[in-house]
């Protein structure tokens, strides 16, 4: 026979929901920083081929 689920308090499901939120606003923040020191051309751990580079390796 079939049982209805216990409720989840109020105070539970806002903690849940304000985690995930802070969560997806912290992988927000690391991408726009990512994609802004790419801009920049000051990343360290991404290496972007320009192409004068390309060109001197086909010689």
């Known amino acids: ?10 105070a539970k ?11 997806a606003k912290i992988k927000a923040q690391n991408a726009l920083s990512l994609a802004k020191s790419l801009l920049t051309q000051r990343s360290t751990s991404f290496f ?4 004068l580079e390309e060109e001197e390796e086909e010689e």
């Open 13 to 23: 499901k806002n903690s849940r929901k304000a985690n995930w939120y802070r969560m």
């Open 48 to 51: 972007i081929p320009t192409k």
């Open 1 to 10: 026979m079939a049982v209805p689920k216990k409720r989840v308090s109020k």
